[in-house]
Every structure is written in structure tokens, then in C-alpha cells.
């Protein structure tokens, strides 16, 4: 008995996250990733959640935007693609080592990061709503930090607050608050 409740839960759960997900318009890939749900299972969630119920969700079709240069392209974005990655810390989804070098605490494709993750994102749209960042740019901002691709932490000269830099920039680095502290 034992065994089907537990089996019972870890379906339920799978399906909660599934329904979450679809909630925040992400690409039925990643959702395949988190849940291990099929398509088609995932598909149904959608017609009977919130396409039979007239709630307006998008789906989006083929690849997801990848351009990290988004992340650090105006002060908004990069001052909420930092905000954006300090929940993700205290969310326990990536941790930061020596030299702000920012690693994975955990596999992307499993149930837990997938909770976690979602946790982040709510946390991040009570904090910036309408959000610069998609939850799909958010998701792709954590990938392209732990591959320190174009994106990284960096410690800010004036007020030595970690921010997200684009690696590739050659000027010192101020952090967006300072930067809109000199524009006043
Ligand atoms: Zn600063």
C-alpha cells in the first residue's frame, strides 16, 4: 500500500508541476525534462486546464530565444536578471563558488528542480510585474550563468554588490543600481 501511495504522490506531483509550467507558457520540451510526462499527456493538461476553461495561455512552438546578450542589453534587464539569480541562490538551485563563479546545485531535468524552479519564478514576478524576463529567458539566463556563456557575476568597484556582467564587456564593472545612481 505503501509503495502505490508513494507512487500516487510522485504522479500527482509531476502533474502539478506539468500544469504550473504550462501556466507559465514554457515549451512542452522543458516540461517533458522536469515531468518525464509524455506530449500527449501534457497536451491534455492543456485543453482541459486551460484552453476548455477560456484561460488565455500561449503555447509556444520550436526553439527558445538564446541570446545572452539579452540578459545585460538595458539596466532593467540586467538589474532583474540579478534579482533573478538571487532568488535562484537562496532557492538552492545554484550556488556561487570563488572568483563569483556561479554553478548548478542540481540536474535541470527532475521534478525537484522543476518545483524549485517555478518557486523562483513566482518569488521573481512578486518582486518585477509586467517581468522583463520570461519565465523560458529565465530559465535559459540560469544555463547560460552556470555555463558562463557571455553571462557572469562580477563584483561591482563602487559599492562591491556580485551583479550579472556581460563577460564579454570590456568596460569596469558597475553594477545597475550605480549605473542609474550616476544617470540621476
Ligand atoms: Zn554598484
Redesign the pocket.
Known sequence: MAAILDRYTREQSRTDLAIRMIGHEARTYLIRSCTGLSEDRIRKLYNVYFRQEGIPISRHRGKTPRQPEYFTRTVTTQLESTTFIRVCLAAGLVQVKRNNRVTARMGSNSTEYGQRFCNAYDAYLTLHNPPALSFERAWNLVDALCRGHVVGMST??????A?LADTLGLQEP??????L?SLQ
Do not use: M, N, T
Request: glycine share 0%.
Open positions: 561591482c568597484r563602487r559599492c562591491e554588490v551583479f558597475i553594477c545597475p543600481a550605480c549605473c545612481r
